[in-house]
Every structure is written in C-alpha cells, then in structure tokens.
C-alpha cells in the first residue's frame, strides 16, 4: 500500500485566514472550520503578538538570524531539504560513544564504535568501555531506543516494528570476557534494520528498504554485515541477488540467532532521502539512482542468462521496439487491454503482456522490463518496476480518478530522475468504471481532490478498491505513436554514430591520433 496520506494538499485560493485547519496526522486529511469573525480578529491579533514576542530577542542579539534559523530548521519532510545541515551530524563518532541522529523525519540512525555485543535475547546491543579500575559492578553511560525502519512519521506502523534498547556500559577488564565471551568475532562493520512494517509490498520494499540500505551502506564497498531484525526467508530469497551484490557476507537474523556477535562498529537504522530516488548530495562518491539501477544489473545478470538457456526462444522482430504492458487483476485493471496490445502492435510494437504477483521471479521481470523500450501500466505499487527499465526508456502510466498526486509523486517524478522519458496519462471520467456507478456532477467524477481531503479510507474505498479503467484508445493512441517515434528516432541517432565512427576509424591514417581526437576515438 503506498502511502498518499503523507501530504497534506489545500486548494490554490483557500483563504488560510479565515479557517482553523485540523490536521489527522493519522490519516493525513484536512478539514477546515469557518471561524467567526471576532474570534478571527482576536486569534490574529494573538498572532502578532506572539511572532513579535518570538523575534524580539532577536533584535537586541549578536546574530540576528539565529531565531529564523531555529523557526525554520525543520521545515520539509525529506532530507534532501536539510542536506546541507544534516551533512556532519553523526559523521565523526569516536571509540566508546554511541551518536543518534534524530532529526529526520523519515528515520533515526544512531553509530556505535568501539566493543559492540549483541544480545538478542533482550533485544539490545551494549558497546563496552573497558575500565582498569577494580570495579565489581558495570556502570551504564547511556541507553538510547531506536526502530530500525524508515516510516518514522508512521505511529501506527511503528507501533508495529521491532525496538532496539543500545547500552554504552564500563566493564572491568579482568571480569569482562568471562561475562560477554564473544561466540562470534566480525572484522566488517554492521548494520542494522528491520524487514517489518509494510514489507510485502514491492514498493514498500524497494523504497523503505533495499534503496534505503544501498544509501546506508554503500560506502563499505560491500565489506559489511547485514543484521535484520523481523527476518524474512523469503524475503531473503526474493532478495538475495540484490543483497549480494552490497555485502560480501551472509546476513544475520538477529531475533532468531542468539549468539552474541561483536563488532567494532554499527549503524542502527537506515538513511532515507526521497521516493524511490537517491540524493546524490548526502552520498560518499554522489552516486545517484542510476548507480543502484547498476547494482540491479549486475545483480540479476547471471540468472537472466541462465533463463536464457532455460527458457525456449521466441521469435521476436529485432526491428521492433519492445513495448510491455503490466498487467492487473481486479481493480484498476484494463478492460480493453487486449484491443490496446493490438492496437500497440499495429503502430509498429513487439508486446508483452506481464502478469506478475508476489510468487514471479524478479529476475523474469527484470528479464522482460529491462529489454523493453516502452512500458505501460496503471497507478500502482507494480509501478515500482520501473526501477528495471534502462534510462532513456519510456515509462506511460494511466492515472486513474484520484490518484493524480500519488502518481506522480511517487512514480512519474522517480521514474524522471531515473532517465526515463515519462508520460503521465490521466484518464477522463468516461474512461472510469465509476462513471457507471455515480451521477455525473457527482463529486467522485468532478472533484477528486475533495475526496481524497476527506481520508485515507475514502480515497482507498472509492479510488483504488472499485476503480477499473477501460482506456479511450485514439485518445491513448497518440501517446504511443509519440513513443515509437521518440525509439525509432534514437535508434537512428545511435546507428548514425557507430556508423559515422566506424566510418572515421577506417578513414584514419596509421598516425598517431592527437590529444583532441582520442576522446572521439574512444567513443566510437
């Protein structure tokens, strides 16, 4: 279930002065109160008063804009707006100390360094200072309770997830190992996150976790133990090819191994930037969502060619562009699909129509998407499968009644930082099975948004539960006929080049090539 109730949407023009807006945290809506007007002079007047009160420090102080600074520090929800500030938190943590990072929005993250032990069976993991002194009794330095899941500003989803309790404690030397013997010594460091919460979803998935885990622990170069709390078999299976390819070891089920394993450093929790995105700003080496994309590659590559020599050969015409529909079951599902795929086929597309549910091989999917040059399907968590599509690809997804938002926030914007070439289709009212089901200046057809400000339930009710699409095919056409263009006219463009190369490398005399002609060499 992606999460459109994150944001909160007020109309252009809503007059904010003369409204009290209440604000479900829960469930993300809005409603509003007219006020009255003399309780409106009297709360503005309060207004003034109290913003006057606030900067008036600030007036008389040294640094003047220390108090806009404090007003405004926190304003965003997503790191990308706080990266400048966020940069240094945590980034120097010295031996024996535990640092958290606690400001984000979407997630905690707390660095332990020096003599780390877990104990699963209390659910804790103690980092140990060893004292020389002849003390008889531990003494505790600092506790600190930490959800490894990246749904912070979720109550009712972290409600859910698994608590880690970190002790930094003093230990006598000469009693220490008797009491916390190591069963397991590791030389790379960990980290630390939980496969609970909404994990089951393949966005949920790939955005609160395998993206989150890349951003984590890129920088160890795969030299790296994963520990996971909530611990999945499938999910290591469904997984697994990714998570080989950012970490050289085996991952640790920390609920269910109860060895005491020691590491010299961890990191608790998972960083999280954006949608399905990766900001480059807040990455060791600027890496970015195409870098992932590359670690998707390689990871699916080998059982992609195993499939190859698995799986008969169908005939395809090369010359054709590829173009995959992602298919649905039940709501939101194409009724006309099949006179779309023939209609796709007549303009000059191979199609494909993919099926997949939780039981597909990810490696298939990949297989197909990957090959692809167009993919279509409609709002949903199946979009994420963007993810597999080379950059320069189009990506078309039919936007249902309600769903404008969703869509382009957490799949049309995305799928742009990708590389992709994006076409967000919005299907008209006729196109909807609700135009069946309501009257026709019924605000479910008319004005989506001020059914969606009413709740979560009722957007998921009405919008994504009951809603089907049966697309205006020469409305549609156009948007494919554009993107078989937009193909055929690269494909030129690139065969234009190699020829053009290849032309100029037969043409070149045996004399060594200078400075400025090697780039274009190389190139070629």
Known sequence: MVDYHRHIHLKKGANMAANHVHLDEEHGCVSIKRSRPKLLFFLTFCSVLSCFLILLPSLFSSSPSSTFSLLYSYEGDDDEALSSSKASLCSSVQDGTICCDRTSVRSDICIMKGDIRTNSSSFSVHLYNISGNNITEEHELQREKIKPYTRKWEPSTMATIDELTLISKTSNASTFENRHKCDVNHKVPAVFFSTGGFTGNVYHEFNDGLIPLYITSQKFNKKVVFVILEYHDWWIMKYGDVISRLSDYEPIDFNGDHRMHCFSEAIIGLRIHDELAINSTLMKNNETIKDFHDVLDKAYLPRIQGLVQEEPIVPVDPEKPKLVIISRNGSR???????????????????????????TELAKIYRSLNSSDVMVGVHGAAMTHFLFMRPGSVFIQVVP?????????YYGGPAKKLGLRYIGYEILPQESSLYDEYERNDVVLTDPDSVNDRGWEFTKKIYLDKQKVKLNLKRFRKHLVQSHLYIMAKRNQARSQARAGVTSGLSSSPVKLGPESEPDRAQA
């Open 401 to 409: 009644l309600g769903t404008r938002w969703a869509a382009e926030t």
């Open 333 to 359: 599902a194409i009724l006309n699909q099949n006179l779309l795929a023939k209609m796709a086929g007549k303009i000059g597309f191979e199609v494909e129509i993919l099926w997949p549910d939780k039981t």
